[in-house]
């Protein structure tokens, strides 16, 4: 299905040969069948197309690139693992998409705690690479089988850490990119203490690379929590779960998650997977809590769930496959649900106070918009963060879009939590954003990237 297609321009072929000339032969993929493995996002919601595909190796390579799309007017899509759930990866507008997946680099420095990484280092490589080397890195999500570093920044992702360490700008210590105006920004020092005038790596992180390419990442690592613990639990009601989460915020030290699901999303991925049902009746909602720490956390979980009102049901597992059992119920979700439809992905965030009234009021609102549609909600209780899945609609239907985001909106809440505008909420960002800070973004957008090559389909351009 493609969403808002617009005009390809024509690309003058001698851009292809300067390209060759910067990246070589084998890193200008023109193939329409290898392209295509670029053009679409892993939903299926949004497909768009590209003369090339360009990967670049290196910062240098990526700023002569760049040179070259100033000159010839060329835009580009810029794509890390392609795991973007907004459409932010699509090349919508016929751009060309550059890859950074070339840009793996890895360099840990174990005294201070930090690494150095290349844009294509995948998330599960750092992740094992930092434990390899006694630390860890704080940010986890689903898709760190695939999702890249320089997605990660470029995109702010957040996953189900955040409670403990924050989001991806919470580990940034400094970046290397490539501005729209040609110009590398790279501050990879790692300096603690380091107050010397803008913060780049603040206004290019989560700014979905519309202001620069971002080839490199300098980022902190935590402690190894090594010993874990994982407790399933029942509730009747969302708002039980939701309460849970916040008791265990505070009375819970070690808690390094607190994941929230639905009956309907837990049947839907044991229909996928084939696992068995934890408990024996269905429930109102159901809590995954982690703790973690050097010491076995067992027995502080216990104690805190113990205390907790409203609990149902519990399944406790230190064992890591068991535990791994327990994850896969939440962790399950987002496969099962693609597999069961192409889903719009409404990832919204709401204030504590508000998010067990939402949770309640989206099955409604949705049926009033669209009677075919089906509603999975999920998500990251701690931090306010529910993900709206929606399947049932066409890909280009935006009415159930709209009313879920005029809701979450309404209440207080985000059009996007941690996926990002993309190009699929480029419509609904004044709901957050005030007409000035819209204008201060086109001032950032003209100021550094002034001939509009890098994702001009994203964030702002709807
Ligand atoms: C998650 O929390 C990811 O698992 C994906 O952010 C959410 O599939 C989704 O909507
Ligand atoms: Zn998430």
Redesign the pocket.
Known sequence: MTRDHREVTTIDPTFFAEAVDVVGANHVLRDADVVAGYTADWTGRFTGTSPAVIRPGSTEEAQALVGLCRRHGVALALQGGNTG?SGGTVPLAGEVVCSLRRLTSLELDTVSGQVSVGAGVVLSDLQAAAEAAGWAYGVD???RGSATLGGSVATNA???RVLRYGDTRAQLLGLTAVLGTGHVVSHMGGLIKDNTGYFLPGILCGSEGTLGLVTAARLRLVPRAPERVVALLAFGEVAGAIEAASTLRRQLRTLSAAELFLQPGMDLVRAHTGQAAPFGGPHGAYLLVEASDDRDPTADLSLAVDSLPGVAAVAVAADPLRAAELWRY??G??DA?NHHGT?H?L?VSLPPAVLADFVGRVPGVVESVSSGAEVWL???AADG?V?V?VTGIAPDDDAVDDAVFKLAAAMGGSVSA??GIGTAKRRWLHLNRTEDEVAAFGVLKAALDPDGVLNPSVLLGG
Do not use: Q, V, W, Y
């Open positions: 759930l999500f689903a898709s957040g996953g189900m939440r962790e979700h987002t649900i889903p992905k990832d999920f998500g990251h963060n993900h899945n941690e996926h």
